[in-house]
């Protein structure tokens, strides 16, 4: 979502349901990710444009107790 529709719908008070649609393949790389993370907090982003994710991006948790918290490496 651009910066100019994220402000309109801002502006209109009525936030819109936001979603990605992923595929099946994304979506196990995601579970494979929160498998090997476990016991600890998963962290990363999904690109994407049109609500269709392009890119998962997996980032490494660095919080001191990353059973409870994440903070993202970055």
Request: positive net charge; glycine residues 8%; proline residues 4%.
């Amino acid at each position: 979502m651009g910066k100019a529709r994220y402000h309109e719908i801002m502006a209109r008070g009525k936030p819109e349901k936001l979603y990605m649609i992923l595929t099946k393949s994304q979506l196990e790389q995601l579970y494979e990710q929160a498998r090997r993370d476990a016991p600890h907090e998963t962290c990363g982003m999904i690109g994407g444009t049109n609500n269709r994710a392009l890119k998962i991006y997996p980032i490494r948790n660095v919080a001191e107790n990353r059973v409870k918290n994440y903070l993202m490496d970055g």
